[in-house]
Nanobody
Framework: QVQVAESGGGLVQPGGSLRLSCAAS????????MGWYRQAPGKQRELVAA?????????TDPAKGRFTISRDNAKNTGTVNLQMGSLKSDDTAVYYC?????????WGQGTQVTVSS
């Protein structure tokens, strides 16, 4: 079993920055990839960025050039961060962290990010 918990959401002005953190606990050695998804009102959940256990990162178009995903390997706690910059109103959504293992994916509860002046 893996438990996933997000933190760091909140209200930010357009053009601002925000850092989200995701902490995985439990059987974290089984995790081969962790990622961030988001879901805006009335829209489907979409992938934002992901990073493998080897450190390879992947970004979808909305995140390229503005977001950076990273792992906190020094702590060996399964912590993944998403640094978001140049935020726009379109980035407003609930952001979910997912920990992927060979048998199933584990999702966090989500954290709200609101970009508004």
């Amino acid at each position: 079993q893996v438990q996933v918990a997000e933190s760091g959401g909140g209200l930010v002005q357009p053009g601002g920055s925000l850092r989200l953190s995701c902490a995985a606990s439990g059987s974290i050695l089984n995790i081969y990839r962790m990622g961030w998804y988001r879901q805006a009102p009335g829209k489907q959940r979409e992938l934002v960025a992901a990073i493998t256990s080897a450190g390879t990162s992947y970004y979808t178009d909305p995140a390229k050039g503005r977001f950076t995903i990273s792992r906190d390997n020094a702590k060996n706690t399964g912590t993944v961060n998403l640094q978001m910059g140049s935020l726009k109103s379109d980035d407003t959504a609930v952001y979910y962290c997912v920990a992927e293992t060979p048998t199933r994916n584990y999702w966090g509860q989500g954290t709200q990010v609101t970009v508004s002046s």
